[in-house]
């Protein structure tokens, strides 16, 4: 099961570093490079929407509309570790922030939207002040 950190409470404009570290093998018994990597995020009263992929080995990297040029993704396979770099943050922002494996990479938001996830974790809470 993944598990988030990094998030807090800032002011509007200001910015934070996510991570999502992923323990041992995934769930069934792939290793943590087998898999791209996406988060999400939910925010009080609405449904989870994707916010930014990346591939096994980093090359690629997809950012939901909402976030493209202020967010970023990255990722250690040596610590078996993803990041979410966001900056710029906004009121609307605010939401808990959660990870996934998922098995193929693609330039389609929709694709991760509609998709089906192993569990998820506790998600890291990001708060902005306006």
């Known amino acids: 099961q993944p598990a988030e950190s990094g998030g807090g409470l800032v002011q509007a404009g200001g910015s934070l570093r996510l991570s999502c570290t992923v323990s041992?093998?995934?769930?069934?018994?792939?290793?943590?490079?087998?898999?791209?990597m996406v988060w999400f995020r939910q925010a009080l009263g609405k449904e989870r929407e994707f916010v930014a992929a990346?591939?096994?080995?980093?090359?690629?990297?997809h950012l939901a509309n909402s976030v493209k040029g202020r967010f970023s993704i990255s990722r250690d396979n040596a610590k078996n570790t993803v990041y979410l770099p966001v900056n710029s943050l906004k009121p609307d922002d605010a939401a808990l922030y959660y990870c996934?494996?998922?098995?193929?990479?693609?330039?389609?938001?929709?694709?991760?939207?509609?998709?089906?996830?192993?569990?998820w974790g506790q998600g890291t809470r990001v708060t902005v002040a306006s």
């Open positions: 996934n494996t998922v098995r193929e990479f693609h330039y389609d938001s929709t694709y991760y939207n509609r998709g089906k996830y192993q569990s």
């Open positions: 041992g093998r995934a769930f069934d018994g792939r290793a943590f490079d087998d898999y791209a």
């Open positions: 990346i591939s096994w080995n980093g090359a690629s990297r």
